[in-house]
């Protein structure tokens, strides 16, 4: 099996820092600067396409898209697969690779591997609707967090 709680992951950068070094990548274009960045977060939106995969991953500082292709992924046979079923939205994971900006002119790691940091017990409310009732919202104010920009930017000025 896999460590569902992985001890150390060493992020290299946050996914502000790479929108902001990287905001002249042309669309289509992978950075041909070499730099291998690692960067960890929570899954928050999950796109599977067969041998691809797209991940929106949040961290404190902002999100950034994740680009998964199977035939880079599977340099450790049956990685992709394992991610495929393995993860969902709320987990924790860390991933490593280089940057790339897609045809539609998305910054994206592209991603080489991956570990899971955390895994999440309990599923995330619906990305779309969030949470609309005011109570749950009070009485679940870790998961509030987690989900609204507004209530995690009222947190930090406070």
């Known amino acids: ?9 060493d992020a290299t950068h946050s996914s502000a820092q790479l929108q902001q070094l990287y905001a002249e990548l ?34 404190a500082t902002g999100s950034i898209q994740l680009y998964l292709e199977k035939a880079r992924i599977d340099a450790e046979e049956g ?21 790339k900006r897609t045809d539609k002119g998305e910054l994206s790691v592209y991603v080489k591997t991956w570990t899971m940091l955390t895994k999440a017990l309990l599923p995330l409310p619906d990305k779309f609707h969030g949470l609309t009732d005011v109570e749950k919202r009070y009485r679940q104010r870790h998961v509030d967090m987690i989900m609204s920009e507004e209530t995690r930017v009222a947190l930090k000025t406070r």
């Open 1 to 9: 099996g896999m460590t569902p709680y992985a001890y150390k992951f």
């Open 26 to 59: 042309p669309a289509g274009e992978e950075s041909t600067d070499g730099v291998h960045v690692a960067i960890a977060g929570r899954i928050m939106l999950r796109r599977v396409f067969g041998k691809l995969a797209f991940f929106s991953l949040q961290d």
């Open 79 to 99: 990685a992709f697969k394992m991610m495929k079923e393995l993860t969902d939205v709320g987990d924790v994971i860390g991933v490593r690779g280089t940057l």
